[in-house]
């Protein structure tokens, strides 16, 4: 029952992960109707960030360690959103109006730039986050021990992504970007600046995957920087579950896969945990072709 259990909360936080990703694909392929396949490789900016960060201004020191790293998760989060925003400026506004081919070259040309600039920044080496940036805390629940570490994690997922479906149901701005998915056209004529609503998009979404990628440095401690085309296919294969372009679909499916490939390690075998979870996507797809909760259509009449 203990492992059971611990394999559980492993899977919950590690499904956080994939969900916050996940998101950036929704929402951009909610709006655009594109796949953002650069998307994986702002995930991987955003652990590289945090790592230079924390190093060059060790904001634990000063700060304390929850302070320090809610500053680095902000600037971490902010940094990428810009990043975001230059990529749309110069991969995918110029041919917003061209075949969506060419946007799909454009977007697989960006994620090679961007893998191929973090391993010249950086080096083909794996790189080491410092070790205690939190305190290594262990938290009995019902008996059974959880690092907080992980705990941080799942919470700091559900809130991110509560925050975010608040924001996208509940303001003038989430409503704006609502209308451009059903109907840009339709969005311009009732004054909606379609072009600021992508912009706020790119910002979001990569921000999200940058914060993903800072919980998966501080979590194992090590990255690389060809991580961004497994968890960016993990991600995107969690969107595909819970249904593209649905930010609560991309939410679910997230978290089920993670949970699903941490049990699948645990009690089949970890060289299985990734062929176990794309098995139950052919499945629940073969049964639900739009997904978990369904892709987002608007009924135009």
Not at 125 to 150: A, C, D, E, T
Not at 237 to 262: D, F, K, Q
Not at 263 to 289: E, H, M, N, Q, T
Request: aromatic fraction near 10%.
């Amino acid at each position: 029952m203990e492992e059971f259990f611990q394999q559980l909360t492993n899977g919950l936080a590690i499904g956080g992960i994939y969900a916050l990703i996940a998101l950036g694909y929704t929402m951009v392929y909610g709006v655009l109707k594109l796949i953002n396949f650069a998307h994986g490789d702002l995930f991987t900016i955003g652990a590289y960030l945090g790592l230079t960060i924390i190093t060059s201004f060790a904001l634990n020191e000063y700060l304390g360690a929850f302070l320090g790293v809610l500053l680095l998760a902000v600037m971490v989060m902010g940094l990428v959103g810009i990043i975001g925003i230059v990529l749309d400026r110069a991969a995918y506004r110029p041919l917003r109006e061209s075949p969506r081919l060419s946007a799909v070259v454009s977007a697989l040309g960006a994620s090679i730039f961007f893998q191929n600039a973090v391993m010249l920044i950086y080096g083909a080496k794996y790189q080491f986050y410092p070790k205690n940036i939190l305190p290594k805390i262990v938290i009995s629940f019902f008996g059974m021990p959880i690092p907080l570490m992980r705990i941080l994690i799942l919470l700091t997922s559900i809130v991110m992504m509560i925050a975010l479906y608040l924001f996208i149901q509940k303001t003038k701005v989430g409503t704006a970007i609502r209308a451009a998915a059903i109907d840009q056209g339709a969005a311009r004529l009732m004054g909606i600046n379609v072009d600021r609503v992508i912009m706020i998009v790119f910002f979001i979404g990569p921000a999200l995957g940058g914060a993903a990628g800072l919980m998966v440095g501080l979590y194992y401690g090590q990255i690389n920087f060809t991580m961004g085309w497994v968890y960016g296919l993990k991600a995107f294969t969690a969107a595909i579950l819970g249904g593209i372009g649905n930010i609560p679909g991309a939410m679910v499916g997230g978290i089920l896969l993670g949970v699903i490939e941490a049990l699948g390690a645990a009690y089949i075998s970890i060289a299985w945990k990734d062929a176990i979870a794309f098995c139950v996507l052919i499945g629940i797809l073969i049964v639900r072709p739009t997904g978990l909760l369904g892709e987002r259509v608007a009924e135009k009449i």
